[in-house]
């Protein structure tokens, strides 16, 4: 099935097309209508896109450096990179242009080099987990407005390396052992905008007379700054609630040497004593989105993203405790066991999640699902979150392994809506309460052709997809282990 168009913004037919499902690296030739399959075809100076899919960057050969001056996209947060030990993926440094990633789900890559030096990459709306050390300046976008790195999550990285200015924003770095910020010159201000930072250990070292800020950050009890908790550094209780919001401002706090830290309206937060604020839909799964229901950062913020500090948004996450989910509520499970928020097989095989119609469902705090009348379904689906109720990277515990099993093993996503608008008894699409199959992501929309086929149907025509508008709609997750 060729790319569809629609599903990138930007792209030009120098672009160089990656599809681990349906790619080929013999035959295809890195256009949209035939794309290779493996990250091995990178190719230098192009954006490289990758269809949604798994990427093994280290079979059979001892180490892989993908060194480049274009940039690697997923089209999609289930794009994952997956790495061992011995993987690199890296810029050619000495000023030169670096690594850029977006759209990426990045697990045990062992080391990636996005920037170094006065070198600054782009990591734009990535999960990075798990690799031993991570270089990334980051860019302010006053001085360099082409290059973007917000939205990110860093999480169990040894080593994180700020090398140089430094600017991240709207960024969450949890369990990150250590984030040495050391500046080049005494001018050089490290930034950061809107960061979460949980159980992790900053430094601040380099240029004597270098600045480092913080503006509208939140820190747990466990985060320290040179070796001081910066909860003792903004020398206020906890915040606990959206009512009580104990924001903090210092300048010119002192640090080794003439450096010095800012802080512009931070504040601190206890999850031990207070493990609700933030309240992540599934922080256990890697599922960082918060709930409606999270405090301080959920307050009057519903439909405003740029007020809320951290990687995501608030999401209606659906996963197996999710209330449309519930067999009590109506759904219903074949062959599927439910195992705390994700669904295993029973038996080898395959198995099936029903949802209800999300229209009528309590989901979370009282909160109703009513979708307006003709609601653009996709921005209804990235409104409720990842689509997916089962754990991304985790490698054990269940029987369905999306890093490890190509997709077209792993699972299917179905969907059919309504339409109140149609004749009475023809409201249900697909005609005949059949399914659309379909791929979900954040770039690319949930469309159908002209022939009634979802756009994750291998036959789908991509030069004829249309949005759904609906009044309600219901999904099916069809599950499978590696031999079906």
């Avoid at 599903?7 to 290779?36: C, M, R, Y």
């Avoid at 250990?201 to 985060?223: I, Q």
């Amino acid at each position: 099935m060729p790319l569809s168009e629609n599903w990138f913004e930007g792209i030009d037919l120098v672009d160089h097309f990656i599809s681990q499902k349906d790619g080929n690296d013999t035959t295809g030739t890195g256009t949209q209508a035939a794309p290779k399959q493996t990250l091995d075809t990178y190719v230098n100076n192009k954006k490289n896109i990758l269809r949604s899919g798994v990427y093994e960057t280290s079979i059979g050969v001892t180490t892989i450096s993908l060194i480049g001056n274009g940039e690697i996209i997923g089209d999609s947060e289930n794009t994952f990179i997956k790495g061992t030990p011995l993987t690199e993926i890296s810029g050619p440094g000495g000023g030169g242009q670096p690594v850029r990633l977006k759209n990426l789900y990045i697990s045990n890559v062992n080391r990636i080099t996005i920037s170094t030096g006065s070198s600054f990459g782009t990591c734009d709306n990535c999960f990075i987990i798990g690799s031993a050390e991570v270089d990334n300046n980051g860019a302010s976008p006053v001085i360099l407005p082409d290059l973007v790195n917000t939205g990110n999550i860093y999480k169990n990285i040894t080593i994180f390396r700020i090398p140089s200015r430094g600017y991240h924003e709207k960024c969450n770095f949890i369990d990150c052992s250590s984030i040495s910020m050391t500046p080049l010159d005494a001018n050089a201000e490290t930034i950061h905008i809107k960061n979460y930072f949980e159980n992790s250990a900053l430094t601040f070292t380099g240029a004597d007379g270098a600045v480092l800020s913080f503006s509208n950050c939140v820190f747990d009890e466990n985060t320290t700054l040179d070796g001081t908790l910066i909860s003792t550094i903004l020398g206020v209780a906890a915040t606990t609630s959206a009512a009580s919001i104990n924001k903090v401002t210092i300048n010119g706090y002192a640090l080794t040497g003439t450096r010095t830290a800012n802080f512009n309206n931070c504040y601190w937060v206890d999850r031990t004593a207070n493990p609700n604020t933030p309240l992540f839909n599934d922080d256990a799964n890697n599922d960082y989105s918060l709930t409606l229901s999270s405090t301080p950062q959920g307050q009057s913020v519903l439909f405003n993203d740029s007020d809320i500090v951290g990687a995501r948004s608030l999401a209606l996450t659906l996963n197996a405790d999710s209330a449309p989910f519930l067999t009590g509520n109506g759904a219903t499970l074949t062959n599927i066991t439910k195992n705390g928020s994700l669904f295993d097989l029973t038996t080898p095989g395959e198995g099936t999640v029903t949802s209800v119609p999300l229209s009528t469902v309590n989901i979370a705090g009282n909160i109703v699902i009513k979708l307006p009348l003709k609601i653009l379904l996709t921005d209804a689906i990235r409104f409720f979150g990842n689509l997916l109720p089962f754990n991304a990277l985790s490698g054990t515990g269940e029987v369905v392994d999306r890093v490890n099993y190509p997709p077209d093993v792993r699972y299917t996503i179905r969907l059919r809506y309504w339409d109140d608008d149609e004749t009475p008894g023809n409201e249900v699409k697909p005609a005949g309460g059949g399914w659309y199959e379909i791929e979900h992501g954040n770039i690319f929309g949930v469309e159908i052709d002209g022939f009634n086929r979802g756009n994750g149907n291998i036959d789908v025509d991509t030069t004829d997809l249309s949005p759904i508008f609906a009044d309600k709609f219901q999904v099916e997750f069809v599950l499978r282990d590696n031999g079906n």
